[in-house]
């Protein structure tokens, strides 16, 4: 299983980068930086969406949806998502359910936003392992894909001291919104759970101790 799981990440990061991927890596389709819908109209419309229709996303949507959450905007380094001091606590993860993303297995992965790429962490469908981890939550394992926003405290805390956590939390709330606002922008929805078993949900998505979850937003068709 974990030898096919390689052969499968191996192959859809050369036909996506459109160059060889490294470490298993899964290359995203780049971000656009033009949209055809307002952002005004995007703030009217955005709602939390608890039901979604059973569709695929694309690579492409998917990699719009981590990049507009917090992936790179500028050479230097910059994030979509204003950090303090440029300390970037935050970690993506995609939970990827079954059929979740065209050409992509079940399984959850962490989103490397120098390299635009998903990094397989554990394959198969964890979606509702995931709802039952945040109070039994069934309606989020009908969204085609989660995303968990975790955080490394450290990042933050080195700099500020204990001020630090109070500005990951408030960059947790920009990179929502970012969310929120680019699955509008692509006809799709989005909702949003903050309760959940800490511990439980950190087993089931396999992170490093110091990555702690904070969000979890359910995206797909609405």
């Known amino acids: 299983m974990l ?10 990061g050369l036909l996506g980068s459109g160059g060889p991927a490294t470490a298993g890596e899964i290359r995203l389709p780049p ?12 703030l009217k419309a955005r709602r939390t969406v608890r039901h979604f229709a059973r569709r695929s996303l694309t690579p492409a949507q998917v990699g719009q949806l981590l990049w507009a959450t917090d992936g790179v905007s500028d050479p230097r380094g910059f994030r ?10 935050l970690e993506l993860y995609l939970v990827v359910g079954e059929r979740g993303v065209e050409g992509v297995p079940a399984g959850v992965y962490r989103y490397l936003p120098a390299p635009h790429a998903l990094a397989p962490v554990t394959p198969g469908d964890l979606r509702v392992a995931v709802a039952r981890a945040s109070l039994h939550q069934g309606w989020m394992a009908e969204a085609p894909v989660m995303i968990v926003i975790a955080a490394d405290y450290r990042r933050c805390t080195a700099r500020y ?4 956590i109070r500005y990951t939390h408030m ?8 969310l ?7 006809g799709l929805g989005a ?5 959940f078993e ?5 087993g089931i998505l396999k992170l490093p101790r110091e990555h702690e979850p904070l969000l979890i937003m359910p995206v797909g068709y609405k």
Do not use: K, Y
């Open 31 to 42: 971000p656009v930086f033009t949209g055809q819908v307002p952002v005004e109209e995007a």
């Open 161 to 164: 001291g204990q001020r630090g």
């Open 171 to 178: 960059e947790v709330g920009h990179a929502g919104q970012n």
């Open 191 to 195: 909702g949003i759970v903050g309760a």
């Open 198 to 202: 800490d511990q439980a949900l950190a």
């Open 80 to 89: 979509t998502a204003p950090s303090a001091g440029a300390t970037f606590p």
């Open 180 to 186: 929120f606002l680019q699955a509008e922008a692509l």
């Open 3 to 12: 030898r096919r799981w390689g052969w499968v990440m191996l192959i859809f």
